[in-house]
């Protein structure tokens, strides 16, 4: 018989968010008392899987990286289906389907089927136009848990949403398709991932995700890496538009209670401090690419003199407790000054270590996006100067595209996937 | 745009009767050795007490009727346990963890 009676709070919530532009694991699975600062090791509890590079849109901010992986690079069912068996066993608790875009692989029932004989719990993230209403039914009998649909603006601006994401009548589809998650009983989420193109409308984007029938909606921020960064310029919007959206942000939660979670991801650069970027670099989430490699971040292969090992090769346990790449900057060993002796050190970890690598040449460098960065204040005039000018065109997010010339201002012709 | 929302925040009382919809999972993860809540890109972390409340959730007791429970086998005031309870499950219910 237990003899403390219930008092005070007895369900601590952990995040597990992945979206376009970020992810944050802010989850302290086994330790309820303070961060330990020798890190030991602990399980993963997220596994990011880019089953695809393929992708029918072409979103500019895309946090693939510029050099899309080809098909046949892509790992086979079996391979995925190993990756989830060993995730399970590693102690990894969720596992997000991403891509590129996930349903672009057929075997994608046998993969999640996998999965869930594991006991992991599946969230498909899905630009949603290339579903059918029997595969995603399908696909529910496999057993996913979760869908999260990407939009790219309300739907009475269809034509701004398809503009955005390159693909004619993806509006209305997406629209179809988060009828039918509802009409199955699957929880919804929206994700919309937020720049100068659509921020006049985040008041109007959360009802939208409220009438479409979403649990949670993700206020989403375009974090400048990869694609969004070669968009930096189209897509930054000023500071006066961020501070409007964060105030509608603040006020909607409160008035939305009980009804919708809105989660919101800040852009870093009008921060103050930069954001605990994967909660921990090799701390919380894992993320496979279509080929295989093991990374602990989908951007961590901007950071050139990084190696990176493939399940093909070694056993997943094996890469995260042992691989190079991700004891290279995990806890806080690593750290130079002035991170090494900072009071919040252990909160955000001195923030992204591939923004880091971009912008300061080494990784192990303060973020610039930390005010206590010597980069700082020039790195975040860029964003000042940028959103004050007219938006150049969008450099489109398709195999190659990053050395073309912009694409014109008009929505493309959807390209086969 | 800016219509009304469709769904009403479910408010908590001894009348309703919560329960963990197919995909929030309560399971027990016996390599960290503690129970979890699964829910869409969340994790709960329920304590003791809170796993003992959440098995007791079926859809057809009654926060009242769970109160009961608890009462019979903890040794504090009803009244203490009533509210404990309530603010826990508005907690959960406006987080979506459980439908009331």
């Not at chain 1, 510029?66 to 969720?94: F, H, P, Y």
């Not at chain 1, 398809?162 to 199955?184: N, T």
């Not at chain 1, 206020?219 to 070669?230: E, F, G, P, S, T």
């Not at chain 1, 040449?361 to 005010?371: E, K, L, Q, R």
Request: proline share 7%.
């Amino acid at each position: 018989m237990n003899q403390t009676a219930p008092t005070g709070t007895h369900v601590k919530e952990s995040t597990v968010t992945m979206d376009a532009g970020e992810m944050r694991c802010d989850a302290s699975p086994s330790d309820t008392s303070a961060p330990d600062p020798s890190c030991v090791v602990r399980a993963p509890i997220g596994l990011l899987a880019e089953l695809t590079h393929r992708c029918p849109l072409q979103c500019p901010y895309c946090s693939n990286p510029l050099e899309l992986e080809k098909v046949n690079t892509e790992l086979s069912t079996e391979d995925w289906q190993s990756v989830m068996r060993q995730a399970a066993q590693l102690g990894i608790l969720q596992v997000h389907l991403s891509g590129g875009e996930p349903t672009a692989r057929r075997d994608l029932e046998e993969i999640i089927t996998t999965a869930a004989e594991c006991g992991l719990y599946t969230n498909l993230i899905t630009a949603a136009v290339l579903l059918k209403r029997d595969r995603l039914e399908k696909l529910k009998e496999c057993g996913l848990d979760h869908v999260q649909i990407s939009i790219q603006d309300i739907d009475t601006a269809a034509e701004n949403a398809d503009r955005i994401g390159g693909y004619k009548g993806g509006s209305a589809k997406k629209k179809e398709v988060a009828g039918w998650v509802r009409e199955l009983g699957m929880p919804l989420t929206i994700n919309a991932p937020i720049h100068r193109h659509n921020i006049h409308n985040v008041e109007a984007i959360i009802n939208y995700a409220v009438e479409l029938g979403a649990g949670r909606v993700e206020i989403a921020h375009v974090q400048y890496y990869a694609w969004a960064l070669k968009n930096r310029a189209a897509l930054m919007p000023t500071r006066e538009a961020f501070m409007d959206a964060a105030r509608i942000v603040e006020r909607e939660r409160e008035r939305l209670k009980g009804v919708i979670v809105i989660d919101a991801v800040v852009p870093d650069y009008y921060a103050k401090y930069p954001k605990p970027c994967m909660g921990g670099w090799g701390k919380g989430i894992i993320n496979v690419t279509p080929s295989g490699r093991v990374l602990p971040c989908h951007a961590a292969e901007s950071i050139t003199h990084l190696q990176f090992d493939n399940v093909r090769d070694r056993p997943l346990a094996d890469i995260w407790i042992k691989g190079d790449a991700f004891n290279k900057y995990r806890g806080t060993e690593w750290m130079k000054e002035p991170c090494r002796t900072c009071p919040r050190r252990e909160i955000d970890y001195g923030g992204c270590r591939c923004q880091a690598f971009a912008l300061t040449g080494d990784a192990a460098n303060t973020d610039p996006a930390c005010s206590l960065s010597p980069l700082h204040a020039e790195w975040a005039k860029v964003a000042d100067v940028e959103s004050h000018q007219g938006s150049p065109d969008f450099v489109y997010r398709r195999p190659g595209g990053a050395t073309r010339k912009p694409a014109p201002e008009k929505t493309p012709e959807p390209s086969s996937v | 745009m800016g219509e009304t929302p469709l769904r009403q925040r479910a408010i908590i009382t001894v009348a309703s009767k919560p329960v963990m919809p197919p995909y929030i999972k309560l399971r027990h993860d016996a390599g960290r050795n503690r129970w979890l809540i699964l829910a869409p890109e969340r994790l709960f972390d329920p304590d003791e007490i809170a796993v003992e409340i959440l098995k007791l959730c079926d859809g057809e007791r009654s926060v009242g009727e769970i109160v009961e429970v608890l009462a019979k086998e903890y040794n504090a005031p009803r009244e203490e346990i009533e509210a404990d309870i309530i603010a826990m499950m508005q907690d959960l219910a406006d987080k979506g963890v459980v439908k009331a």
